[in-house]
C-alpha cells in the first residue's frame, strides 16, 4: 500500500493540518518527518479548535498512528506540554511513537537562536527563536544529541559537555551572556528520559513493516515548500528540508514507497517572517485577507504577512516534489471581493519571467502580473459538490488548476472539519483529472 506525501506548496501556514486530519480517517500512520515545534497546525473539529505545535495532526483520528520521525528536532518539555494538554481534553495519546534517532533541542539551543537573531539587528531571519535552527547545525556537525542519548546518563553528559565548550566561549565572547553549566543541561534533559520512553522506538522499522502489510502511510511536512533550507527563499528558510525528498530521509522510507505528493496550497498567499514576497499586499487587501482569514501564526502568534495568489511558486511547488495534487485551502475567504488578481509570472527588469528565478537578487526584484478573475461575493461555506460553487468561485479554481501545473483534488470552504469539497480520492493510484 502507499506511501503518501502532504506538504505545503508555499511559505507554509496553508492549512495542512485540515488536509492531514481529513485523510487521517483514511490512513494508518501520520507522520511527521522534519521541522519542531515551529509548525503550526489548527485543527478544527465540532465545536473544538487544537492547536498542534510538534504532535501529528493524526493525533486526533481515533485508530491512527501519529508518529515523530528520525527527521524531526525535538524540544521534550514541549511534546510533553502538549500531550498533557490533549490528555486534559480527552485526546488518546498512547498511541504516539518517537524515533529514537530525533535530534534534541536543548536549552542551550533556544538561547543561541535568540541571542543570535537579535545581533543581527535588521539583517535577522525572523526565526521562531524556539532553537530549531541551532539544534539541525548541530546535527550536521555532528554534535548533536539524540533521544537515544537520554537513556545512556553517561553518555549524555559527555555529549553535553562537549557542546557547551564552544557555544559557551560564543556566548560569552560574542554575545556577552554567561556561561551555561553542562550539568544543569543534562540534569533538564535527563527528566525526561523517563516520561518519554514509552513512545519511543525504531519508527523506520515500524512503518516500512506497516508498508508491507499494506498499510497507508502519511507523511507530513512542516512548514513550506519555499521554506525549505535546499530550495526556499535562502537564507529565510528553515533549517530542514519540508519538500517531498526529505520526506525519506526524515522518515526512513524508501522514495520508491511514495505513490503521491499533494502539496496544499491557500486560495491567495501568506509567509511568516523575512524575506521575499512578490505579491505582498501592503495596503487594505492585504488588511482584509488577514482578518477574514485569521491570518495569525499558531506557533508564533505572528501576524502574516498577505498577497494574492502566486501561481509561479506552485508551478515551482509541482516541480520540485513532484506534485500529483492540489489540495486548494481558505476558498471562502475570498468571497467578499468583486475582482480577485491572481499573479501567473513576474516583471523582472522588464523581462516577463514564468518560472521561479535562479536568482535570489531576481526573486527580490520581481514584480507580479497580474491576471484579473471576477469575485462571486457570496458565502461558500455550505458547498460540498463543486457544483454548489457559484460559477465566478467555479472559474477562479479551474483558472488556478491551469496556471498552477497539477490538478486541484479538493478544496477547503471553511474552518469546520468537513467544511471541504473532495474532488478526488487521494488514496487512489488513478491519476485526478481536477475540477
Not at 500529483?324 to 509570472?345: G, Q, R
Not at 519571467?353 to 461555506?381: C, K, N, R
Not at 490538478?407 to 468537513?418: E, F, K, L, Y
Not at 474532488?423 to 481536477?434: I, K, P, Q, R, Y
Request: aromatic share 6%; with cysteine.
Amino acid at each position: 500500500m502507499p506511501a503518501i506525501v502532504l506538504l505545503g506548496a508555499q511559505w507554509g501556514d496553508e492549512g495542512k493540518g485540515k488536509a492531514t486530519d481529513l485523510l487521517g480517517s483514511s490512513v494508518d500512520y501520520v507522520v511527521r518527518y522534519q521541522g519542531g515545534n515551529n509548525a503550526g497546525h489548527t485543527v478544527v473539529v465540532g465545536d473544538e479548535k487544537y492547536a498542534l505545535h510538534l504532535l501529528p495532526s493524526g493525533i486526533l483520528t481515533p485508530d491512527c498512528t501519529p508518529v515523530i520521525a528520525n527527521g524531526v528536532v525535538i524540544d521534550p518539555a514541549v511534546m510533553l506540554q502538549e500531550i498533557a494538554g490533549l490528555q486534559e481534553r480527552g485526546v488518546d495519546t498512547s498511541r504516539l511513537l518517537v524515533s529514537s534517532n530525533a535530534h534534541v533541542i536543548t536549552p542551550f539551543h533556544v538561547t543561541l537562536d535568540k541571542v543570535t537573531e537579535r545581533f543581527l539587528g535588521k539583517a535577522k531571519i525572523g526565526t521562531t527563536g524556539r532553537g530549531i535552527g541551532p539544534a539541525y547545525a548541530d546535527k550536521v556537525a555532528r554534535i548533536g544529541i539524540r533521544v537515544q542519548d537520554l537513556f545512556d546518563e553517561k553518555i549524555l553528559r559527555q555529549k553535553v559537555e562537549g557542546a557547551l565548550e564552544g557555544k559557551n566561549q560564543q556566548l560569552v565572547k560574542v554575545f556577552n551572556r554567561r556561561a551555561m553549566s553542562a550539568n544543569d543541561v543534562a540534569d533538564h534533559l535527563l527528566a525526561f528520559a523517563d516520561p518519554i520512553r514509552p513512545f519511543v522506538t525504531d519508527t523506520s522499522l515500524v512503518l516500512n513493516r506497516a508498508l508491507d502489510e499494506g498499510a497507508v502511510v502519511l507523511l507530513e511536512g512542516g512548514q513550506g515548500t519555499l521554506l525549505d533550507v535546499d530550495h526556499g527563499t535562502y537564507p529565510f528558510v528553515t533549517s530542514s528540508n519540508p519538500t517531498a525528498g526529505g520526506a525519506c530521509s526524515g522518515s526512513g522510507i524508501g522514495p520508491t514507497r511514495i505513490t503521491r505528493s499533494i502539496g496544499i496550497v491557500k486560495a491567495y498567499t501568506t509567509r511568516v517572517g523575512s524575506g521575499p514576497f512578490p505579491t505582498e499586499l501592503l495596503n487594505a487587501d492585504g488588511d482584509a485577507l488577514r482578518e477574514i482569514g485569521g491570518e495569525r501564526g499558531t506557533t508564533t502568534g505572528r501576524n502574516r504577512r498577505c498577497g494574492w495568489y502566486d501561481a509561479v511558486i506552485a508551478r515551482y511547488a509541482v516541480r520540485v516534489n513532484g506534485l500529483t495534487d492540489f489540495f486548494l485551502t481558505k476558498l471562502d475567504v475570498l468571497s467578499s471581493w468583486e475582482n480577485i488578481p491572481v499573479c501567473v509570472a513576474y516583471d523582472i527588469d522588464g523581462e516577463r519571467v514564468e518560472e521561479m528565478p535562479a536568482s535570489q537578487s531576481d526573486f527580490h526584484h520581481a514584480t507580479p502580473i497580474y491576471e484579473t478573475l471576477p469575485g462571486w461575493q457570496s458565502d461558500i461555506s455550505a458547498a460540498r459538490e463543486v457544483d454548489d460553487l457559484p460559477a465566478n468561485a467555479r472559474a477562479y479554481v479551474r483558472f488556478l488548476q491551469d496556471v498552477s501545473g497539477a490538478p486541484i483534488s479538493a478544496i477547503g470552504v471553511g474552518q469546520d472539519r468537513d467544511a471541504t469539497i473532495a474532488v478526488a480520492d487521494f488514496l487512489s493510484t488513478e491519476t485526478s483529472a481536477g475540477v
